[in-house]
């Protein structure tokens, strides 16, 4: 039996991991800043905890009821975080540093909050959210693709740091996933493009992503649930896990395009013509 911390375990893949965990027979803590929505986890032997991961505070509190209650920790699984898009330009520079607060620093300080606990046991396992965006950008994703492109640069020197002390870093960097993620970020899309020279074009990128991620073509979350199980169960766990059939394939093919070629197939997909690119020059007021 391991002792399992999942952050972000009140809705879609952390509950989902939560559950299929805790059936595997582990002891798993449910961890999210609205515990009610966690009541139904009861039910598989999941342990409900409050955690709000920007305050510090919060943080210390969790970690010490579960050493306190279990004298050890396996596995954190970092999967606390949300998406945001729009523009550099209309994005407010408060909603950045949130972005950047919860996917980023969140992550770090609930890491920082386990290792010594994890280096005193000579093992553990540190398993990271990120997302195809950690390594393909999109249009209207910056703030987004930055605090998971940093997710990714973050899990890699840790895995170095960690490793003499028996402890594993994954990640899991799925593509688009069947979940109300695309929705809620298409909302956001609008918003922050509403009467601005960005608005049309972003009308249209919001469609395509509503369309997309309610297709009964693509994966639900169980198949992301079933790689972060696999990262914290498996005795030798892979670096990174892609779960999603466009996952490995967007990122192959933007490692090896060349910059304008990504971004004509880019353009053809959200049915851009080139003087509509998102990226022209803004008029002067």
Known sequence: ????????????????????????????????????????????????????????????????????????????????????????????????????????????????????QMRSQGEGRIINTSSMAGSVPIPYGAWYNISKYSVEAFSADLRMEVRPFGIKVSVIAPGPIHTQWGTIAADHLQRTTEGTVYEENAAREAEAFRFAYTSSLLPGPEKVASCICKAVLSPHPRFHYRPGPSASASVIAHRLM?????????????????????FRKVPSE
């Open 1 to 116: 039996m391991k002792v399992i911390i999942i952050t972000g375990a009140s809705s879609g893949i952390g509950y989902i991991s939560a559950r299929e965990l805790a059936l595997a027979g582990n002891k798993v803590y449910g961890a999210a800043r609205r515990v009610e929505k966690m009541d139904s986890l009861k039910e598989y032997g999941v342990v409900p905890l409050k955690l709000d991961v920007t305050d510090e505070d919060s943080i210390r509190q969790a970690v010490e009821t579960v050493i306190s209650e279990q004298g050890r920790i396996d596995a954190l699984v970092n999967n606390a975080g949300f998406g945001m898009m729009g523009p550099v330009e209309t994005v407010s520079m408060e909603d950045a540093r949130r972005q950047m607060e919860v996917n980023l620093f969140g992550m770090a300080a609930m890491t920082r909050a386990v290792l010594a």
């Open 258 to 278: 060349p910059s304008s070629w990504w971004d004509a197939m880019v353009c053809m997909v959200w049915k851009w013509r080139g003087d509509r690119w998102p």
